[in-house]
Every structure is written in structure tokens, then in C-alpha cells.
């Protein structure tokens, strides 16, 4: 089978690789779709801490039940999207429903073998079934709408907030429309420095969005009148936590996805006069069920996020893309 592998940081290549075979507990899927992520090209080149070499990457990934390990019953065919989330079950994040800060996380596509291969064997627990009204395009997606399920269920989201979002990439974008379409919140507004990105949010459910190149963002809401009640930051740069907390509004909750290695400088007196929450949020815990229902009732248009499609053997086009093209790239899916 072809599988896609960082070699090391920096060597991205084709493999022949045997097909694997399920150990007990696995399934394994006959891969049809999957995503290109922002941490996959972090494994390329060397800056993901995580990360062991040589890794088949890929965590967003889309195929059919091909062959089943010892001890599980699935049925052959079946349609299914993966959950790169595998945990131990017994630590205490896991015995708190955290899984996806498990004491031996080990990550799909990261710290084991993942997606962008012919054929990839995953627990089985790991293998959601996907119904037949969600089509191969929207299936990938499952993973970055996780992410958006998962730090909307730490701050949660009121019919009544007024929220601001920081960054209008492929998260960015998941963040907003589970914001307007799960939740229908008041008013969402989302920044950027990117024009074409900035109408992409509008696209995807924002009202008002501000480009932050060339304009201050506390100074812009003061004139809007605008104190957000709730705060996603999407675009994660370690300066972004000391200026949200400056704008928010009192009782305001603020979520962070950020990995940054640099300190953010936050004032707790700030923090503490308007009694501010703040959620930190890796990955996801056991949200794919939920992911799957928003994608069943048609509420969400994860298609809206696929700007381009690639066959495997296109992958250095797909990367050179998704990587260098920021103004008209979004998610970029490979086609096995
Ligand atoms: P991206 O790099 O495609 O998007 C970030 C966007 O933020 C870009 O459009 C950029 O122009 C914009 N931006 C940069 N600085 C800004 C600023 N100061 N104000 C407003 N916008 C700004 O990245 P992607 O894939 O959308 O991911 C976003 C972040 O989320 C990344 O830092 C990533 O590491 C993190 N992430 C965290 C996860 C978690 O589980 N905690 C999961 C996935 C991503
Ligand atoms: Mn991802
Ligand atoms: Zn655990």
C-alpha cells in the first residue's frame, strides 16, 4: 500500500508499505478522504513537540470497515470517520471523561501511525459510524468541527452572547459556524488580517468582521459599542490572551487552542474585577457522536470549508498549497 510519511523533519515521501493487519480491539479502514492540518505540517518540519519519526501523518481521516481484529464485531463496508483521540481509560483524566489529556495520550497521525495511507488500523472504539446522509466530502471534516465542539462545551454558548472570535482560518471557521448555526448566538464578530479569509467568516456565519492589520481592534468595538460576552482565539498568538481579557465584558468567558511556546503577559486584577473564565481546550473528548448529529440534521455546511482536492500521488502540490497559500486556501482534502 502507498502511505504518506514524514521520514524526519523536513522529508516528506511516498512509502510502499505492507497492508497492515488488525491487532485485537482494531479495525481496520480502507482509507477514502482525509484533510490536510495545519499539525500536519508542523510534523513536516520539525516543530511539533509531539511528533516521533518516521510518522505516517494525517488525523482527519474518512474510509470503509475492511478487515476486523479479535474480539470486535462491525460490519465489513461500513462507512466510518476516526476519532484520533486513543487514551488509556483508567488515569484520572480519563476517569474524569477527559480522554484527550490522558496521561498516555497518544494521538492518531502524531504519536502512533495515522490516516494519509491506503490502509490504516485504528481501535475500534476509535471508528464512529457515519450515516449515509453525510457524504464523503463533509466526512473528513468531523475532526476540525470536534475541535470547535469541544472548546464550545468548556466556555458554553448562550442565544444571548456577543462573540468574538480571533482568526478566520479552517478553525476559525468551525468556530464560527457552530457559534451562528448550533447556538445562534446574537452577534459574532471575527477578526483576521487577511481579507479573503475575513469573507470567508462572512460566508460562514459572521456579522461584522474587523481586518486587524491596519485597524486596533479594542479602539473598533469601543466605537461599535461592542463588549463580547464570550471570546474563541482561533488565531492563537501568545499576545492575543492579555488584549481579550482587556475587551471582554464582565462575567465574559475566553477560550484558548493555543500552543504557543512564548508567555502571554496577563494582569490577574483584570481577570479577577470582571470574574473572567477562561478555558483552555486540546483536541477533543468523545465529541465525534455529537459532531456526526450536527453533520446528520444539516445544520452545519463543513463542505463550505473544501476549497481544493487532491490525489494522493498530488500530495507535494497538496502541501505546497495548503502551506503557501493562505489568501485561497482553506481545507485541502486527498482523494485515495
Ligand atoms: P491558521 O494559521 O490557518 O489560521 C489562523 C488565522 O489567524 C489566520 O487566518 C491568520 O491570518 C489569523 N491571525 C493571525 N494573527 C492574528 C491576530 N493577531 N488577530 C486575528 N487573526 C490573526 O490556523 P488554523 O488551522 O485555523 O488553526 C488555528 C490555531 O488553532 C493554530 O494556532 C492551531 O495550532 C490551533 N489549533 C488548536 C487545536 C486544539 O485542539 N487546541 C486544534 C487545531 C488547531
Ligand atoms: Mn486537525
Ligand atoms: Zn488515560
Redesign the pocket.
Same mark, same amino acid.
Given at each position: 500500500m502507498k502511505s504518506l510519511v514524514v521520514e524526519r523533519p523536513g522529508r516528506l515521501s511516498i512509502e510502499t508499505r505492507p497492508v497492515p493487519e488488525p491487532s485485537a480491539g482494531e479495525v481496520r479502514i480502507k482509507v477514502e478522504r482525509a484533510g490536510i492540518?495545519? %499539525?500536519d505540517i508542523h510534523i513536516l518540519h520539525g516543530s511539533n513537540p509531539f511528533a516521533r519519526y518516521p510518522r505516517v501523518i494525517g488525523h482527519e481521516f474518512f474510509g470503509r470497515i475492511d478487515k476486523l481484529g479479535d474480539g470486535v464485531s462491525a460490519r465489513l463496508g461500513a462507512r466510518v470517520v476516526v476519532d484520533p483521540v486513543v487514551a488509556c481509560g483508567h488515569c484520572y483524566p480519563c476517569s474524569v471523561g477527559r480522554p484527550n489529556v490522558c496521561a498516555e495520550l497518544a494521538v492518531l497521525g502524531v504519536h502512533r501511525d495515522g490516516g494519509f495511507s491506503e490502509y490504516a488500523c485504528v481501535p475500534a472504539a476509535n471508528a464512529h459510524l457515519l450515516p449515509d446522509s453525510v457524504d464523503d466530502d463533509k466526512a473528513p471534516l468531523v475532526e476540525p468541527f470536534s475541535?470547535a465542539a469541544?472548546i464550545t462545551d468548556h466556555t458554553r454558548v448562550f442565544a444571548s452572547d456577543v462573540a468574538l472570535v480571533? @482568526? !478566520? @482560518?479552517?478553525? @476559525?471557521l468551525t468556530v464560527i459556524q457552530v457559534l451562528k448555526h448550533v447556538y445562534g448566538v446574537k452577534q459574532l464578530i471575527v /477578526?483576521?488580517?487577511?481579507d479573503s479569509?475575513l469573507e470567508a467568516a462572512q460566508r460562514n456565519g459572521a456579522d461584522r468582521v474587523i481586518n /486587524?492589520a491596519n485597524t486596533a481592534l479594542p479602539a473598533a468595538l469601543a466605537d461599535a459599542g461592542v463588549r463580547p460576552t464570550l471570546i474563541i482565539d482561533? !488565531?492563537?498568538?501568545p !499576545?492575543?490572551l492579555a488584549e481579550a481579557i482587556e475587551i471582554a465584558s464582565p462575567a465574559a468567558r475566553i477560550g484558548l487552542? @493555543?500552543?504557543s511556546a512564548e508567555p502571554s503577559t496577563i494582569v490577574q486584577q483584570k481577570v479577577t474585577a470582571k470574574e473572567l473564565a477562561i478555558h483552555a %481546550?486540546?483536541?477533543n473528548s468523545g465529541k465525534f457522536a455529537k459532531v456526526i448529529d450536527w453533520f446528520a440534521r444539516g445544520i452545519l455546511q463543513p463542505e463550505r470549508l473544501i476549497t481544493h482536492r487532491y490525489g494522493l500521488d498530488a500530495y507535494a502540490t497538496a502541501f505546497d498549497t495548503f502551506e503557501h497559500n493562505?489568501t485561497e486556501c482553506c481545507k485541502v482534502q486527498l482523494i485515495f
Open positions: 492540518c495545519g %499539525s475541535i469541544n480571533y @482568526g !478566520a @482560518g479552517p478553525i @476559525g /477578526t483576521d488580517r487577511i479569509r /486587524t482561533a !488565531a492563537c498568538h !499576545a492575543i487552542l @493555543g500552543f %481546550s486540546r483536541l493562505q
